[in-house]
C-alpha cells in the first residue's frame, strides 16, 4: 500500500468509515471497520493526519487517536457538506472529508480536552434545569387559570401560587393532590439549579478571563463563564467583527451586482451563547428605558431611533467585539476607553 498522507473518517455509534489519500491524491484506503477495529488499524498505522467531522464524541475520539501519533482535525460540518458528491452515504461523507481538509483557507475546531468537556456539561446541564423549571412552570399557571387562580408574571410568583391552590376550598380533592405534587417537583428543581448555579459560580472565581469578562455592562456570570468555556481560541478570529460573525450576531448578506442588501442576523453561530447575549443586552436597555442606571450616549441614540429587539442585537454584537477585544488583549474593560470611542464615533 502507498503511504497514506491524509485519511477522512466518517464516524458513528459502531460503523466508521474510512477513506485516505497518498501524496498524488490518489485513494488508496477505502474501508468500513467496527469501533474496536479502527482503534486497533489507527494503533497500527504510522503517523498520519486524520479528519473528523467535530460531533458528538468526536473530541474523544481525537483524544485518543492523538496518542496513537496521529495528527487530528476537526471539521465543522457546515463546511464539510459542499464537498459530498451526489448519493450522499457514508463512504462519500468519509471522501468529502478528506477531501475538505486538503484545503488551504479550511477552518478547524480545536480538540478539546476532558476538563474542558466537563466545564461545558455543566453548563449544558444548567441550561436544562432552566428549560424543566420554565417548562414546569407554564404548566403550573395553565392548569391554576382553569380554576380561576391567576398569578402575575415571573418566577417569584410561582410559589404563592402554588399556596394558594392548597388553600383554595373550591378546587376538587385531586387537583389539590395534583397541585402539591407539583409543588414538590418545582421544589427539587430549585434546588438543583441552586446546586448547578454555585457550582458554575465557583468555575467563574477560578477562571481568570471570566472574572475579566463579567465587567463588561449586561455581561454576567453564567455568559462568562459560557465565553472562557466555549472560546478557547480567541485569536483565530482576525478581529471582533468576525468573532461576531461566529455566533451569527451579523446580518445576511445577499449583495449582488454591486448592490449592497443585507438582511437579518445570520444565527449561524453558537446558539447558547448568542442567546445569552440577546438576553442581557435587553435587560440593560429595559434598564435604560425606565431611566435606571446610566446608559451610555451611544446606546441612549440607539434606542431612540431603532426598535428594542434590533438596538438588543446590535449591543450583543457591540458586547461580543468588546468580548473579544479583552480576550486577545488581555486587559480589563475600562468604561473611561469605551465612552471615549463612542463620543469619537458619534
Known sequence: MDQIIRIGMDTSKNVFHLHGVNAAEQPTLRRRLTRKQM?????????????????????????????????????PPQLVKP???????????AEALCEAMSRPTMRFVRVKTAEEQAALMLAGQRDRQVRSRVQLANSIRGYA????????????????????????????????????????????????LAEIDAKLMAWHRSNELSRRLVEIPSVGPVIASLTAMKVQEPRAF???REYAAWLGLTPKDHSTAGKQRLGTITRAGDEDLRRLLVVGA????????????????????????????????????????????LMVSGERYNPRIMALAASEAA
Not at 446610566?294 to 468580548?323: E, G, M, Y
Open 83 to 93: 464537498y459530498v458528491k451526489r448519493n450522499k452515504n457514508d463512504a462519500r461523507d
Open 145 to 192: 387559570a382553569e380554576f380561576g387562580l391567576i398569578a402575575a408574571k415571573g418566577p417569584a410568583k410561582i410559589e404563592e401560587l402554588l399556596l394558594r391552590t392548597q388553600a383554595e376550598e373550591g378546587l376538587p380533592a385531586l387537583a389539590r393532590e395534583l397541585f402539591a405534587a407539583m409543588a414538590k417537583e418545582y421544589a427539587q428543581l430549585e434546588r438543583r
Open 238 to 240: 482576525r478581529s471582533g
Open 282 to 325: 435587553t435587560a440593560v436597555i429595559w434598564q435604560a428605558r425606565r431611566g435606571k442606571g446610566k446608559a451610555s450616549p451611544w446606546l441612549a441614540a440607539l434606542i431612540k431611533r431603532k426598535p428594542p429587539k434590533l438596538a438588543a442585537v446590535a449591543l450583543a454584537n457591540k458586547t461580543a467585539r468588546i468580548c473579544w477585544k
Open 39 to 75: 482503534m486497533g488499524f489507527f494503533e497500527k498505522l504510522g503517523p498520519t493526519i486524520v479528519g473528523i467531522e467535530a460531533c458528538g464524541g468526536a473530541h474523544y475520539l481525537a483524544r485518543q487517536l492523538c496518542a496513537f501519533g496521529h495528527e487530528v482535525k476537526l471539521l
